[in-house]
C-alpha cells in the first residue's frame, strides 16, 4: 500500500521530560525487555523520581494525602495522575471529594488543573506533573505491557511521582 513512500524516523532529542525521568523510564523499558532508543533529554529536572511504596489498599489514601505537596511543587502547572483499571475511578472519585471541580479528564481545562486518566488517554499529552499509580500492575497489563507504564512515565515536564503497593518494576530505582 505505501511501498517506499514512507520512511521511519526515530526520535533522538527529548525536549520534554527531564533527564532524571527519562532515563528511570528507559531502564525500566530495557529491564522489562522493551528496546527503546533512549532520547537524549535536553535539560535537568529540579526533582528525581518520587517513589512512595505504601501498604496493600493504600494506593488511593496515599494520593490522597500527597496531592497538596505534587500541587505545591507545580505551582499552578497542571497535574495528571495516571492510573489503569479499578485504581482509575477510584483515585477519580476520592480526588473529586477533596478537589471537587478542579479534577478533570484529556488535558484538563482552565478550571481543572487536576487530570485522572488512563495510560492510553495519556499518549501524546504532556504534563507538568505526573503521579502514577501502581506502576507494576501497568506494566504487567495484558495489552499494555511496558509500554503503558513507559508511557505514563514520559508525561512529565517537571515531576514524576509513583505510588505503589505491588512493588516498583525493575530500572526506575537508578
Request: aromatic fraction near 4%; avoid cysteine; charged fraction near 25%.
Given at each position: 500500500?505505501?511501498?517506499?513512500?514512507?520512511?521511519?524516523?526515530?526520535?533522538?532529542?527529548?525536549?520534554?521530560?527531564?533527564?532524571?525521568?527519562?532515563?528511570?523510564?528507559?531502564?525500566?523499558?530495557?529491564?522489562?525487555?522493551?528496546?527503546?532508543?533512549?532520547?537524549?533529554?535536553?535539560?535537568?529536572?529540579?526533582?528525581?523520581?518520587?517513589?512512595?511504596?505504601?501498604d496493600h489498599g493504600q494506593v488511593v489514601?496515599?494520593?490522597?494525602?500527597?496531592?497538596?505537596?505534587?500541587?505545591?511543587?507545580?505551582?499552578?502547572?497542571?497535574?495528571?495522575?495516571?492510573?489503569?483499571?479499578?485504581?482509575?475511578?477510584?483515585?477519580?472519585?476520592?480526588?473529586?471529594?477533596?478537589?471537587?471541580?478542579?479534577?478533570?479528564?484529556?488535558?484538563?481545562?482552565?478550571?481543572?488543573?487536576?487530570?485522572?486518566?488512563?495510560?492510553?488517554?495519556?499518549?501524546?499529552?504532556?504534563?507538568?506533573?505526573?503521579?502514577?499509580?501502581?506502576?507494576?500492575?501497568?506494566?504487567?497489563?495484558?495489552?499494555?505491557?511496558?509500554?503503558?507504564?513507559?508511557?505514563?512515565?514520559?508525561?512529565?515536564?517537571?515531576?514524576?511521582?509513583?505510588?505503589?503497593?505491588?512493588?516498583?518494576?525493575?530500572?526506575?530505582?537508578?
Amino acid at each position: 500500500m505505501f511501498g517506499d513512500r514512507w520512511q521511519l524516523e526515530e526520535l533522538t532529542v527529548n525536549y520534554r521530560t527531564p533527564s532524571q525521568i527519562a532515563e528511570a523510564a528507559a531502564r525500566m523499558a530495557n529491564a522489562a525487555g522493551l528496546v527503546v532508543s533512549a532520547p537524549k533529554a535536553v535539560r535537568e529536572g529540579r526533582w528525581a523520581p518520587v517513589i512512595d511504596t505504601v501498604d496493600h489498599g493504600q494506593v488511593v489514601n496515599r494520593l490522597v494525602e500527597v496531592l497538596p505537596e505534587e500541587l505545591a511543587a507545580l505551582d499552578g502547572g497542571l497535574l495528571a495522575v495516571i492510573a489503569d483499571g479499578d485504581l482509575l475511578p477510584a483515585a477519580t472519585s476520592a480526588l473529586r471529594a477533596v478537589y471537587g471541580r478542579r479534577i478533570g479528564n484529556g488535558a484538563g481545562s482552565y478550571e481543572q488543573d487536576i487530570v485522572v486518566i488512563s495510560p492510553r488517554e495519556a499518549k501524546g499529552l504532556e504534563f507538568d506533573g505526573v503521579v502514577v499509580l501502581e506502576p507494576s500492575v501497568m506494566l504487567n497489563r495484558e495489552h499494555g505491557r511496558v509500554g503503558d507504564l513507559y508511557v505514563a512515565m514520559t508525561r512529565p515536564t517537571q515531576r514524576l511521582r509513583l505510588i505503589a503497593a505491588e512493588g516498583i518494576p525493575a530500572g526506575i530505582e537508578g
